[in-house]
């Protein structure tokens, strides 16, 4: 029969506890969202949504085609201006999704003949860059830039060391600084996907390469998302101009996709302006996530300290997990769980997001109805 085997993987899933559910959000919600990306608590602010609506009402509901036919309009082009002038780099390209904007830039940079180093504990956005690419990928240790360096030297030719800068299951950051040393022995590019830095790490929200010193380096290409800390939707790299430039040309993600929604690119520009008179936001999110990791590990709880806002809790298992996230929505906590497969070292989390707009009272009640429900 057709697609017989999916009743099998399916079978098995369900035997695994690893079924993944669809459940939709009211607008209204009561429940204390520590589940999401908007790091910056910027997703609803007037400012952001008025960003959207205006452009939306002047550029229509979509792009109306690719950014190289129809969907380029000077929205875009103030937007890829704003973001490389905040993060420091030249110039800058926007994409549909983080996840396109990782595609691009791995499989444009890495050709046939290349080499590209990818850290172990990569988004699967980068993973899958690696597998479209034309150059042999090799994976490495985890947050290892000795072993970036061995890779490297195993190999003549162009190459590229991809990582994200805050990881998004741990919530731990990359050494980037060591790692961009290492690239630069070997004459090595450095992609850094920074979804989880920007708007949170470097001054007033730089991000992780400004706060690493690679902002403006000629050797180093930023990707980013636009869907957590900037509250919308998109994504973009960032990089030396003659990059950006070969991306127009090369990646196939800006080539054959229709061009980002003029309303996400209203509502991104409006969170940015937003981030740039209130810088100190950044610096909240951080002391939130220090905070939530502090009580919890008070309560004698296993969680990754965290480099960004992401804290990340150890669940027994993923039943317990599943359990322990559900009992959390019941008590009116919205938080994360992550399990296998999402989580290739098959350990089960609880993903908590700091947000900078959480109240004291707010970080009080998450805290207690996560130590209250623990498993
Ligand atoms: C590290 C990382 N990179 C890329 C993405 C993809 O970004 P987007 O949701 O904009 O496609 C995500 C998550 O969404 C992420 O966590």
Known sequence: MAFGWIDEQAQARRRAGLVRILRPRPADSPLLDLASND????????EVTEGAARAARTWGGGATGSRLVTGTTELHAELEH???AHCGFEAALVFSSGYAANLAAVTALAPHGSLVVSD???????IDGCRLARGTTQVVAHADPD???KALATHDGPAVAVCDTVFSVDGDAAPLAALAGACREYGA??????????????????GAPHAAGLAGADDVVVTLTLS????????????????????VNAARTFIFDTGLA???????LAALTLLRREPERAARARAVAAELHARLTGLGLCAVRPDAAVVSVRAPSPEGAVRWA????????????????SVPDGISRLRLTARADLSGDQIERAVRVIGETRP
Request: proline content about 6%.
């Open 262 to 268: 003029p309303a996400a690119v209203g509502a991104a």
């Open 326 to 341: 559900a009992d959390c929505r019941t008590a009116g906590l919205s938080v994360g769980c992550f399990r296998p497969p």
């Open 147 to 149: 072993a970036v360096r």
């Open 189 to 206: 590019g450095l992609v850094v996907d920074d979804a989880h830095g920007l708007g949170v790490l470097g001054d007033g929200g730089r």
């Open 39 to 46: 790091y910056l608590g910027l997703a609803r602010h007037p």
């Open 228 to 247: 957590k800390s900037l509250g919308s939707q998109g994504g973009a790299v960032l990089g030396p101009a003659r990059v950006i430039e070969h991306l």
């Open 82 to 84: 704003e973001l490389a």
């Open 120 to 126: 172990a504990g990569n988004h699967a956005s980068l």
